[in-house]
């Protein structure tokens, strides 16, 4: 298996259903295979039962239960840990970042066990924003771990990231299972 999609999913039932339909029709354009895993974070809604359902349309879908809601690092951890496919791409489950951002990545993939989306890049195009305190927060905190922690990366929290399955060990390690646990693994 070459790719497995990760997508982690807190309270998406509106979206989860139409997020699979999206992922599984840009991919199978591909020519390669691919799985998606859906990682519910103990969402207390209907996302597992919109999951399930939409997951039994393809073979290639499965849908992962956290024990109780840990945060999107803990979910990711679940994802990782589950996939088969040699790379392993991070997508939110409100693809505020669309599958065909993918293609930006491949010229990267051949000489780098893990490459990063980022919103911060000159010819980053955001078409849905975050709230502006959200934004300049992101900033902030960016240039903070990237001083203490000597990140080089202009967006540790873009949740667009695709690792090889080398990098594995990072995930048995993690230990943060909140939002900062993209950093940690990075670092």
């Known amino acids: ?63 992962l239960r956290s024990p109780r809601n840990q945060g999107k690092g803990g979910a990711c951890q679940i994802g990782a840990l589950s996939a088969t496919g040699d790379w392993w791409l991070f997508l939110d489950a409100d693809l505020s970042t669309q599958p065909e951002e993918y293609e930006k990545l491949v010229p990267h993939m051949a000489m780098h066990d893990v490459v990063i989306g980022s919103r911060c890049l000159p010819d980053s195009v955001v078409t849905i924003h975050q709230p502006y305190y959200r934004e300049q927060v992101g900033r902030l905190l960016n240039r903070i771990f990237r001083i203490t922690m000597g990140l080089p990366f202009a967006d540790t929290q873009c949740g667009f990231k695709i690792y090889h399955k080398k990098t594995r060990a990072v995930f048995v390690e993690q230990r943060v299972t909140g939002w900062m646990f993209e950093v940690e693994t990075l670092y």
């Open 1 to 63: 298996m070459f790719l497995s999609l990760i997508v982690p999913a807190y309270n998406e039932e509106k979206t989860i259903a139409g997020t699979i339909t999206k992922l599984s029709e840009y991919f199978t354009k591909q020519g390669f295979a691919f799985e998606i895993l859906v990682v519910d974070d103990g969402s207390k809604d209907g996302t597992i039962a919109a999951a399930e359902k939409e997951a039994t349309k393809y073979q290639n879908v499965r849908v």
